[in-house]
């Protein structure tokens, strides 16, 4: 059996065993074999086969997969549904205090309680949200 041959075989056996367990790092060494058996059926010999094999895996496994993991585990740039509001600014249309309140953020109003029980924050103050709890914004005023 030709060398490009086994080469192939032993490419789409590390693919299939990636598939399965997503290391990356299988799929990378199936490539260098793949790349291997392209330098076998243009004829070289099996030593520099073998060269070619080893310095792709370790190029691959050293230089690719750690940006590829960099990438995979990544957090989302974006934060969604109420999330998101941590962090914005809000109006005050009526007067905020340790247990009631009422805040316009982004359009919408919003219930609202001081992040501090003793503050009292008056209509029309810019203050920001610090949490969520249930449908009421715990906010504090802006300095």
């Known amino acids: 059996m030709d060398s490009w041959i086994v080469w192939l075989i032993l490419a789409a056996a590390l693919g299939v065993a990636e598939i399965f367990t997503l290391t990356a790092a299988l799929g990378l060494i199936s490539v260098a074999a793949l790349l291997t058996a392209g330098t076998a059926a243009v004829g070289l010999p099996p ?6 094999f080893v310095l792709t895996s370790i190029a691959g496994v050293v230089v690719i997969r750690p940006i590829a993991q960099r990438h995979i585990q990544q957090a989302p740039a974006q934060r969604f549904g ?14 905020v205090t340790g247990r009631d309140g009422r805040v316009r953020i982004g359009g919408e109003e919003w219930s609202a309680r001081a992040y501090d029980d003793t503050l009292v924050i008056p209509v029309g103050a810019t203050v920001d949200v610090f949490e969520i709890e249930g449908a009421t914004a715990l906010v504090y005023p802006r300095e």
């Open 47 to 52: 030593a520099l086969q073998l060269l070619v």
């Open 82 to 95: 109420v999330s998101a509001l941590v962090g914005k600014s809000a109006y005050v249309t009526r007067e």
